[in-house]
């Protein structure tokens, strides 16, 4: 299957096809491809779109072209980054501008994809009339599993003796990764970050203004990541904005809890009880009560992971997505 995605310093397999692109002004590590379809994916059955924008036109355009259906599966809720792309004056006015677009781009898509039902519930909101159904992602499963964090632990640095708290993702501020910081600073473990991005400074001066062990991994190896989710004693992830929470569900696949926010999709994508715990948005006291409660059940609640492995593995999700593909070519 051709996959056409923005041009990056990403070396493209057989299959896979870049676009001109140009980095996004106002949000640090997104690009911007031109809304143009490669020669090579001239012919096409089905269109599927991930994205409202440059690809996503393109792909407006090749499934008209060839007459195909056009299958759009939303992601991001753009409105939520408004204030991140420029002063609170215009905050309104770029979510507002936001949520017209996306209304305008999914209603001329045959069918909407969201990787949660909460989701599907705020695209319907926006007023899309086109059929919109939850359809979740999925995690691979043969990747990420119970793995010995042992190397990982000595190749980092980390204690192998004492709780590791942990969360892997962009380091943007609407993560809000500084709750995880104020809850931590009550709680007796040492935080691991993975990943980067324009919060971490900020992250890192909290870290020691608090007196939270926090350790910052930068971008690990794809390799690294099983290891280092079973490194951790507890998942811990405050981001209120997410449409599926799949770093939540690769802690689960590999036998770690979540502690996280009940909001966005993570209210779904979290069992309480089951596969880790809930707090309220804000709740930093809240947030603590997860984290120690999922520390002192971590046994149960690893063996719930475990068991709920193959409910949400990738393979799952692709014969799911494969059907609906050819329902909708009759």
């Known amino acids: ?43 096409a059955d089905v269109v599927h779109a991930h994205t ?26 753009t409105a939520e980054y408004a204030e991140y792309v ?19 781009f999914l209603s001329r898509a045959d069918l909407v994809l969201t990787p949660s039902e909460r989701t599907r519930r705020e695209v319907r909101a926006l007023g899309v009339d086109t059929p919109v159904e939850a359809m979740p992602n999925g995690v691979d499963t043969d990747r990420f599993q119970p793995t010995d964090p042992t190397a990982f632990l000595a190749a980092h640095d980390l204690p192998a003796d004492e709780p590791l708290i ?7 501020y609407e993560k809000r990764l500084g709750d995880l910081l104020a809850a931590a600073a009550g709680v007796d473990a040492t935080v691991v970050f ?4 324009p919060a971490r400074g900020d992250l890192e001066a ?13 971008f690990l190896d794809r390799e690294e990541m099983p290891a280092f989710y079973s490194a951790l004693d507890v998942f811990a992830f405050p981001s209120p904005i997410e449409t599926e929470g799949l770093v939540a569900l690769e802690a689960n696949a590999c036998g770690t809890p979540v502690a996280g926010v009940d909001a966005g999709a993570l209210s ?21 009560r997860a984290i120690r409660r999922a520390l002192d059940d971590r046994d149960t609640l690893a063996e719930n992971c475990v068991a709920r492995r193959p409910d949400i593995s990738v393979g799952r999700a692709i014969d799911r997505l494969a059907a609906r593909y050819r329902e909708l070519l009759g």
């Open 86 to 104: 420029g002063p609170d004056a215009v905050t309104g006015a770029v979510r507002r501008a936001s949520e017209r677009y996306e209304r305008w």
């Open 166 to 172: 942990g969360y892997t993702g962009r380091h943007g």
């Open 268 to 288: 779904e994508t979290i069992i309480d009880g089951t596969t880790g715990y809930h707090y309220d948005a804000g709740d930093i006291p809240g947030f603590r």
């Open 206 to 218: 909290e870290a020691d203004a608090r007196g939270v062990d926090a350790r910052f991994l930068g």
């Open 1 to 43: 299957m051709p996959v056409v995605y923005p041009a990056s310093d990403h070396e493209p397999a057989e299959t896979e096809h870049p676009v001109a692109s140009l980095a996004f002004p106002f949000y640090d590590g997104y690009r911007m491809a031109f809304p143009s379809p490669p020669d090579a994916v001239a012919g």
């Open 194 to 197: 993975g990943g980067d991005g």
């Open 52 to 77: 409202p924008f440059g690809l996503g036109l393109a792909a407006v355009r090749l499934a008209r072209r060839n007459d195909a259906p056009l299958v759009a599966t939303y992601h991001t809720p």
